[in-house]
Nanobody, 115 residues
């Protein structure tokens, strides 16, 4: 089973930046789509950004213009650059790899944005 591991979370003030990384232990091409989800306390997990193996990207409206998903296929790594962070971005962020109906998840990394 292909494993995913996130890193890069932490505490930042509003307006600041953080960069998350997700290493795929195996081949990133095991998945047709890589994504970043987040889950805040008491809320459902939501897809924040995704990147397909064909190079297309998508973002939830609330992060457009602030977050950027990218991937380094040679390093089997997906990144999420988060700028202009807001307190409402506070959540546990999860890396996801999807192949058809199969999903693989990382363990999550906490991002906390203070006001």
């Amino acid at each position: 089973q292909v494993q995913l591991m996130e890193s890069g979370g932490g505490l930042v003030q509003a307006g600041g930046s953080l960069s998350l990384s997700c290493v795929v232990f195996g081949s990133i091409f095991s998945f047709d789509r890589m994504g970043w989800y987040r889950q805040a306390p008491g809320k459902q997990r939501e897809l924040v950004a995704s990147s397909t193996s064909r190079g297309s990207t998508n973002y939830v409206e609330s992060v457009k213009g602030r977050f950027t998903i990218s991937r380094d296929n040679a390093k089997n790594t997906v990144y999420l650059q988060m700028n202009s962070l807001k307190p409402e971005d506070t959540a546990v962020y999860y890396c996801n790899g999807r192949l058809g109906s199969f999903n693989s998840w990382g363990q999550g990394t906490q991002v906390t944005v203070s006001s």
